[in-house]
């Protein structure tokens, strides 16, 4: 059973739309959600989440972190066609542990 | 945040033959990591690389195909042995526990292909 379940698994947006990335994970030893972009090869680091409620951001990007939902959603707004990318979710379960990944999101921006 | 550099970046490689993977972090790192990422699919660990010790693998993966040294705090490597076809992918060096301790960073990756 996955521990970290991302959805939609594929999306293809228009530039200038907002976008909704949401991620879910199991609660047993949470400790952190990540998000990463991975354009070519390797993922890069957008965010960390420890806290519900707070709203990280970061340019056109935000997160937030439910933990009553045991849930995080990333949003990016006005996207451009670079963002064109998979998004990755990943949930660090005890903190001495690597991270455990979503499916991630490919997500295609057209002009 | 680490750096971490990866070499090769990329490779071809004959069936049977072996590779290995460099990958070096800018600063001393408690953890790091090796993961693969076969065309299409998410990021699938194959082992933490311990320093001074064995590596612990992932079901599913053995030593004797995924030779792994981490002589150091800052360096490990990967070899991936007895290559076949299936064995295409990207590997990714990760690594935590340096500054910035929480948040795990990764390498730029090696694209391997196999003939």
């Known amino acids: 059973e996955d521990k970290v379940v991302q959805s939609p698994l594929s999306l293809v947006v228009h530039e200038g739309d907002t976008v909704t990335l949401n991620c879910s994970y199991e609660v047993t030893n949470f400790r952190s959600l990540l998000w990463y972009k991975q354009e070519k090869k390797a993922p890069t680091f957008l965010f960390m989440l420890t806290s519900s409620g707070i709203e990280k951001k970061s340019g056109r990007l935000s997160s937030i972190l439910d933990k009553k939902e045991l849930s995080s959603i990333l949003n990016i707004t006005a996207t451009q066609t670079g963002d064109s990318a998979i998004y990755l979710c990943?949930?660090?379960?005890?903190?001495?542990?690597?991270?455990?990944f979503g499916k991630g999101t490919r997500l295609s921006v057209i002009a | 945040s680490a750096v971490i550099s990866q070499k090769p970046s990329r490779d071809i490689c004959q069936r049977g033959t072996s590779l290995t993977i460099q990958c070096q972090v800018d600063s001393q790192v408690t953890m790091m990591f090796w993961y693969r990422q076969q065309p299409g699919q998410s990021l699938t660990l194959i082992a933490t690389?311990?320093?001074?010790?064995?590596?612990?693998?992932e079901s599913g993966f053995v030593i004797d195909k995924f030779p792994i040294s981490r002589p150091n705090l800052t360096f490990s490597t990967l070899t991936v042995s007895n290559l076949s076809p299936e064995d295409s992918s990207i590997y990714l060096c990760?690594?935590?526990?340096?500054?910035?301790?929480?948040?795990?960073?990764f390498g730029p990756g090696t694209r391997l292909t196999v003939l």
């Open positions: 690389a311990n320093q001074g010790s064995e590596a612990t693998y």
């Open positions: 990760s690594a935590m526990g340096g500054q910035g301790a929480d948040t795990q960073y």
């Open positions: 990943a949930v660090d379960y005890s903190g001495n542990t690597p991270l455990v």
